[in-house]
């Protein structure tokens, strides 16, 4: 319908079951579109150089009088006769302005690297946490401006402080890959930091396992607290009792109190990463089979690899089973969803045992550290750690030095050495 779009006019339109509009009589192009839910925008269509129809959005009605949204129209008739396509127009501007807000290390970060690493790393949002602590005096800067000489000035910085050589490397490749990904996204031209090498590091420094005796003091910790947690719901149930209350199951007639012990034993016996093992399903675990399947997807290296069960992380998921724990996640908090972090609990157990300098990731070297001292080889080491190849790996080479006596032993071998020079020598001789 055509009309002159005034305030009063405006105020008579009432919704209809579909979308429609009022086109202006007097500025060529000018237009109210009146949706079903009683809002309206205000439009202005023209036809470009090539004589393509397009509009271009003025606003609201609730924010832009007819008049105000009258005059706007008016002047982009102008820009139009002019030659200009005003909606090419807008979308450079928005492009422009999408770009300046990336520009900047934080623009970047909340605006692309969050959202892709988030949704496409299981580890993303860690990452970005530790990245925005790392280098927070770096987030209003430009990212060109992050170059060679401002990382090494902040090496040089943590490396004073006494972080360790291995952690800045880990931080710095954390960064180096965020702008990789601004170039591959066309943010940036290069990487600043693609000629930076890392810190010169021992990788193969001391690893951190349980001795026989500490292994022990872990697991009587951690009975005796799930003993406390059974007195305790045993107590509650008693108060319960005697004020007429539902009581809650009793725990001493389940193998685990919570998730701390079996979460703690199939740790030990697999070597499973911390996110791997709170983001394991039943739908994972086949106890028939005796195995677990770790899907690419949860993995650090995106690769799928399958762990076999011993007779310990078997039985402890049975039993964890049994106790009627087969919501989805076979580790879940109180309210089904999956457990995020056993931080404060793990904390409590390690004093309580007295064990000292020993972080959850040591349970994954304690396995690998008992696997090569019982002389399994490196590369079935590597298959069941799920390292992508055996640089990580030899860190536990020197558990099981046998090889190397072995191979140094044979230079003792009672066969005699033949010192009988070769014939060519003699000739020229």
Same mark, same amino acid.
């Given at each position: 319908?055509?009309?002159?779009?005034?305030?009063?006019?405006?105020?008579?339109?009432?919704?209809?079951?579909?979308?429609?509009?009022?086109?202006?009589?007097? &500025?060529?192009?000018?237009?109210?579109?009146?949706?079903?839910?009683?809002?309206?925008?205000?439009?202005?269509?023209?036809r470009n150089a090539l004589g393509q129809r397009k509009r271009y959005r003025i606003g609201s009605s609730k924010s832009l009088s007819a008049a105000q949204a009258r005059d706007q129209a008016i002047l982009l008739s102008?820009?139009?006769?002019?030659?200009?396509?005003?909606?090419?127009?807008?979308?450079?501007?928005?492009?422009?302005?999408?770009?300046?807000?990336?520009?900047?290390?934080?623009?970047?970060?909340?605006?692309?690297?969050?959202?892709?690493?988030?949704?496409?790393?299981?580890?993303?949002?860690?990452?970005?946490?530790?990245?925005?602590?790392?280098?927070?005096?770096?987030?209003?800067?430009?990212?060109?401006?992050?170059?060679?000489?401002?990382?090494?000035?902040?090496?040089?910085?943590?490396?004073?402080?006494?972080?360790?050589?291995?952690?800045?490397?880990?931080?710095?490749?954390?960064?180096?890959?965020?702008?990789?990904?601004?170039?591959?996204?066309?943010?940036?031209?290069?990487?600043?930091?693609?000629?930076?090498?890392?810190?010169?590091?021992?990788?193969?420094?001391?690893?951190?396992?349980?001795?026989?005796?500490?292994?022990?003091?872990?697991?009587?910790?951690?009975?005796?607290?799930?003993?406390?947690?059974?007195?305790?719901?045993?107590?509650?149930?008693?108060?319960?009792?005697?004020?007429?209350?539902?009581?809650?199951?009793?725990?001493?007639?389940?193998?685990?109190?919570?998730?701390?012990?079996?979460?703690?034993?199939?740790?030990?016996?697999?070597?499973?990463?911390?996110?791997?093992?709170?983001?394991?399903?039943?739908?994972?675990?086949?106890?028939?089979? =005796?195995?677990? &399947?770790?899907?690419?997807?949860?993995?650090?290296?995106?690769?799928?690899?399958?762990?076999?069960?011993?007779?310990?992380?078997?039985?402890?998921?049975?039993?964890?089973?049994?106790?009627?724990?087969?919501?989805?996640?076979?580790?879940?908090?109180?309210?089904?969803?999956?457990?995020?972090?056993?931080?404060?609990?793990?904390?409590?157990?390690?004093?309580?045992?007295?064990?000292?300098?020993?972080?959850?990731?040591?349970? =994954?070297?304690?396995?690998?550290?008992?696997?090569?001292?019982?002389?399994?080889?490196?590369?079935?080491?590597?298959?069941?750690?799920?390292?992508?190849?055996?640089?990580?790996?030899?860190?536990?080479?020197?558990?099981?030095?046998?090889?190397?006596?072995?191979? &140094?032993?044979?230079?003792?071998?009672?066969?005699?050495?033949?010192?009988?020079?070769?014939?060519?020598?003699?000739?020229?001789?």
């Amino acid at each position: 319908m055509k009309a002159k779009l005034s305030a009063r006019n405006i105020r008579t339109l009432q919704p209809r079951e579909k979308p429609f509009e009022v086109v202006d009589v007097e &500025v060529k192009g000018f237009l109210l579109r009146v949706q079903p839910s009683g809002s309206m925008v205000y439009y202005f269509a023209y036809r470009n150089a090539l004589g393509q129809r397009k509009r271009y959005r003025i606003g609201s009605s609730k924010s832009l009088s007819a008049a105000q949204a009258r005059d706007q129209a008016i002047l982009l008739s102008a820009r139009v006769i002019a030659g200009e396509d005003i909606q090419e127009e807008k979308k450079r501007e928005r492009l422009t302005a999408r770009l300046a807000k990336s520009r900047t290390l934080e623009g970047f970060l909340k605006h692309n690297y969050e959202p892709w690493a988030t949704a496409h790393r299981t580890s993303g949002p860690a990452t970005i946490q530790r990245m925005r602590s790392n280098f927070s005096h770096l987030m209003n800067r430009p990212l060109m401006d992050i170059n060679l000489w401002v990382i090494e000035k902040w090496r040089s910085e943590q490396l004073k402080g006494g972080k360790a050589r291995t952690t800045i490397n880990r931080d710095v490749t954390t960064l180096k890959a965020c702008l990789s990904k601004a170039v591959e996204w066309g943010v940036l031209e290069q990487n600043p930091l693609q000629k930076l090498r890392p810190l010169r590091s021992d990788n193969l420094s001391r690893v951190r396992y349980l001795t026989a005796e500490e292994e022990q003091a872990l697991r009587e910790a951690l009975r005796e607290r799930n003993e406390r947690l059974c007195r305790e719901r045993q107590s509650g149930n008693n108060w319960r009792r005697e004020r007429h209350l539902s009581e809650l199951p009793d725990l001493y007639s389940c193998a685990f109190a919570d998730y701390l012990e079996p979460l703690t034993l199939l740790t030990m016996n697999t070597g499973l990463r911390r996110g791997e093992a709170l983001q394991l399903k039943w739908t994972d675990v086949d106890l028939l089979q =005796r195995k677990i &399947v770790i899907c690419g997807d949860n993995a650090k290296n995106g690769k799928t690899r399958y762990i076999p069960l011993n007779d310990e992380a078997l039985t402890t998921l049975q039993c964890w089973k049994s106790d009627g724990c087969e919501v989805e996640w076979v580790f879940s908090a109180r309210n089904g969803r999956r457990l995020n972090s056993v931080k404060t609990a793990w904390k409590r157990v390690l004093q309580k045992a007295r064990i000292y300098d020993f972080r959850w990731h040591d349970l =994954r070297h304690h396995f690998a550290s008992r696997l090569v001292m019982k002389r399994v080889d490196l590369n079935t080491v590597r298959e069941l750690l799920g390292h992508s190849d055996l640089s990580m790996t030899l860190r536990y080479a020197h558990l099981s030095p046998e090889h190397k006596a072995d191979a &140094v032993a044979k230079l003792c071998d009672s066969s005699p050495v033949d010192v009988t020079p070769p014939m060519h020598a003699v000739a020229n001789h």
